[in-house]
C-alpha cells in the first residue's frame, strides 16, 4: 500500500515534466526585438564582407582599377540612382521577371501535374525535363535572338526556359511525397477530376509546391541576367544585367560592381518578402513550425 502513493508522485512528476517541454518558450512581441533579431545576422554578415573587401583594398593585392574600395562602388551607385539609371534598370529587370516567371509558373505547374499523374508520360517528359534543368539557360540566349530579334520575347523566353523545368519537377516530386491516405480518402469520398486536385492533391503538395517555385526564382533571375548581359539594344531599354555589360564595355569596375551589389539585393529582397514568408506561413498553418 505505500508504494501506490510514491507510484502517483512519480506519475505526476511525469506528466508534469511532458506539460513542460510541450509549452513553447515566450517569444517576444515587440517588433523592435523581432525586426533586430530577423536583420541583426544579416547586417552582420554584410559588415564582414564589407571590411575583409576593405582590407584587400588596403592591401593592394589587387590594382584599384581591378578592384576598386567599396566606397568608389558606392558613388557609382549613386551616381546611377541620382541620373535615375539605376531606377530604371530595376524597373525593367522586375518587369521582365514578373511577366517570364509567372508564364514559367503556368507552364511548369501544368505540366508537372500531366507528368505526375499521367505514367505514360513519366519517363520521357520526366527525362527531358532534368535535361533542361541542367542545361545552362544562357545557352538559350543565341537561339532566342534568331527567333525573335532583338526583342523583350528574347528574353521572355529565355526566362521561361531556364525557370518552368525547376517548377514542373517540384511539383512531380511534391505529388510523389503525397501521403497514400490522402488518395484513398479523395477517392473514398468520391473526388475526381478538378475536384481531386484543387481539394486533395494541390494542398497536400503545396509545402513541395513553394519549394520548388521559390527555387525557380532564381533560376528566372539568373536567367533573366543572362538574357540582358547579351540580348541589349536601345530599343529593349537599360536593365541591370545591361548596366553591367556597360560597365565591362566602359572598363568600369565600379560600375560593374555596383550592377552586381543591385542584382543581388533585388533577387534577394524578392525572396526574403515574398517567398520565405509564404513559406513560413503554410509551414505554421500546418503546425510545423513555431509561429
Same mark, same amino acid.
Given at each position: 500500500?505505500?508504494?501506490?502513493?510514491?507510484?502517483?508522485?512519480?506519475?505526476?512528476?511525469?506528466?508534469?515534466?511532458?506539460?513542460?517541454?510541450?509549452?513553447?518558450?515566450? /517569444?517576444?512581441?515587440?517588433?523592435?526585438?523581432?525586426?533586430?533579431?530577423?536583420?541583426?545576422?544579416?547586417?552582420?554578415?554584410? /559588415?564582414?564582407?564589407? &571590411?575583409? !573587401?576593405? =582590407?584587400?583594398?588596403?592591401?593592394?593585392?589587387?590594382?584599384?582599377?581591378?578592384?576598386?574600395?567599396?566606397?568608389?562602388? !558606392?558613388?557609382?551607385?549613386?551616381?546611377?540612382?541620382?541620373?535615375?539609371? &539605376?531606377?530604371?534598370?530595376?524597373?525593367?529587370? +522586375?518587369?521582365?521577371?514578373?511577366?517570364?516567371?509567372?508564364?514559367?509558373?503556368?507552364?511548369?505547374?501544368?505540366?508537372?501535374?500531366?507528368?505526375?499523374?499521367?505514367? /505514360?508520360?513519366?519517363?520521357?517528359?520526366?527525362?527531358?525535363?532534368?535535361?533542361?534543368?541542367?542545361?545552362?539557360?544562357?545557352?538559350? /540566349?543565341?537561339?532566342?535572338?534568331? !527567333?525573335?530579334?532583338?526583342?523583350?520575347?528574347?528574353?521572355?523566353?529565355?526566362?521561361?526556359?531556364?525557370?518552368?523545368?525547376?517548377?514542373?519537377?517540384?511539383?512531380?516530386?511534391?505529388?510523389?511525397?503525397?501521403?497514400?491516405?490522402?488518395?484513398?480518402?479523395?477517392?473514398?469520398?468520391?473526388?475526381?477530376? =478538378?475536384?481531386?486536385?484543387?481539394?486533395?492533391?494541390?494542398?497536400?503538395?503545396?509545402?513541395?509546391?513553394?519549394?520548388? +517555385?521559390?527555387?525557380?526564382?532564381?533560376?528566372? !533571375?539568373?536567367?533573366? +541576367?543572362?538574357?540582358?548581359?547579351?540580348?541589349?539594344?536601345?530599343?529593349?531599354?537599360?536593365?541591370?544585367?545591361?548596366?553591367?555589360?556597360?560597365? *565591362?564595355? *566602359?572598363?568600369? +569596375?565600379?560600375?560593374?560592381?555596383?550592377?552586381?551589389?543591385?542584382?543581388?539585393?533585388?533577387?534577394?529582397?524578392?525572396?526574403?518578402?515574398?517567398?520565405?514568408?509564404?513559406?513560413?506561413?503554410?509551414?505554421?498553418?500546418?503546425?510545423?513550425?513555431?509561429p
Amino acid at each position: 500500500m505505500a508504494t501506490e502513493p510514491v507510484e502517483q508522485v512519480a506519475l505526476v512528476e511525469l506528466e508534469e515534466g511532458l506539460d513542460a517541454l510541450q509549452v513553447a518558450r515566450p /517569444v517576444s512581441d515587440h517588433p523592435a526585438i523581432r525586426v533586430a533579431r530577423s536583420l541583426g545576422p544579416r547586417l552582420g554578415a554584410v /559588415v564582414a564582407v564589407i &571590411l575583409i !573587401w576593405q =582590407l584587400v583594398v588596403a592591401l593592394h593585392l589587387k590594382p584599384a582599377f581591378a578592384l576598386p574600395a567599396p566606397g568608389d562602388v !558606392w558613388a557609382s551607385l549613386v551616381q546611377q540612382a541620382r541620373a535615375g539609371h &539605376l531606377s530604371e534598370a530595376i524597373f525593367n529587370s +522586375m518587369r521582365r521577371a514578373a511577366l517570364g516567371y509567372g508564364a514559367a509558373l503556368l507552364i511548369g505547374t501544368m505540366v508537372g501535374l500531366a507528368v505526375s499523374r499521367l505514367l /505514360v508520360l513519366r519517363t520521357g517528359v520526366g527525362s527531358l525535363l532534368a535535361a533542361l534543368l541542367s542545361l545552362p539557360s544562357v545557352t538559350w /540566349v543565341p537561339i532566342g535572338i534568331l !527567333w525573335f530579334g532583338l526583342t523583350d520575347a528574347t528574353i521572355y523566353f529565355v526566362v521561361i526556359l531556364g525557370a518552368f523545368p525547376s517548377i514542373a519537377r517540384g511539383v512531380i516530386s511534391a505529388v510523389d511525397q503525397i501521403d497514400p491516405l490522402v488518395l484513398r480518402l479523395a477517392r473514398s469520398l468520391g473526388a475526381r477530376g =478538378l475536384d481531386l486536385y484543387r481539394h486533395f492533391l494541390l494542398p497536400a503538395a503545396l509545402p513541395g509546391y513553394l519549394s520548388g +517555385m521559390q527555387q525557380a526564382w532564381a533560376f528566372s !533571375w539568373r536567367s533573366l +541576367m543572362a538574357a540582358e548581359l547579351i540580348a541589349h539594344s536601345p530599343q529593349l531599354g537599360l536593365g541591370l544585367g545591361q548596366l553591367l555589360n556597360d560597365g *565591362q564595355e *566602359q572598363f568600369d +569596375m565600379p560600375l560593374a560592381l555596383a550592377a552586381m551589389i543591385g542584382i543581388l539585393a533585388v533577387g534577394l529582397t524578392v525572396d526574403e518578402l515574398l517567398f520565405r514568408p509564404l513559406g513560413r506561413g503554410v509551414l505554421r498553418r500546418r503546425g510545423l513550425t513555431t509561429p
